[in-house]
């Protein structure tokens, strides 16, 4: 799904993931607090992936999400060729770029990979 760099972009995207999520069931096995956790995570890693790319590139910007196995697939394709970069939480006086910390915190993985038109950031989260 495509979206372009409005700031209702985050809002639609957690909405995707929500609905793809609840579709399938993918929660039903887990009870509520759980199944809880487990789509605030989906819906907080989506939210950082997709306020970055808005922050950082030109262009609409495209997502997929699938299953790997178990787990959750999100990816995140922009046009700007920016390295995900890690900001440590100790430099005082900083706002925002915390954002990549926060998807390591919760993923089972994640990577990216530069592409002739920007840049594409996938990651895997437990279900």
């Not at 178990?70 to 970069?85: M, N, T, W």
């Amino acid at each position: 799904m495509d979206f372009t760099r409005r700031p209702d972009a985050v809002r639609y995207a957690r909405k995707a993931v929500r609905e793809f999520v609840e579709e399938r069931g993918l929660l039903e096995h887990h009870d509520a607090v759980e199944a809880s956790e487990a789509e605030h995570t989906a819906l907080l890693v989506v939210s950082e992936l997709v306020t970055n790319a808005c922050m950082h590139a030109d262009n609409p910007l495209h997502m997929c999400l699938g299953l790997y196995g178990k787990k959750l697939f999100i990816e995140v394709c922009d046009d700007s060729r920016a390295v995900p970069a890690l900001v440590c939480a100790d430099k005082g006086g900083r706002d925002g770029g915390f954002g990549l910390g926060i998807v390591l915190a919760v993923a089972d993985h994640w990577s990216f990979v530069r592409t002739r038109w920007g840049k594409r950031v996938t990651v895997l989260l437990p279900l």
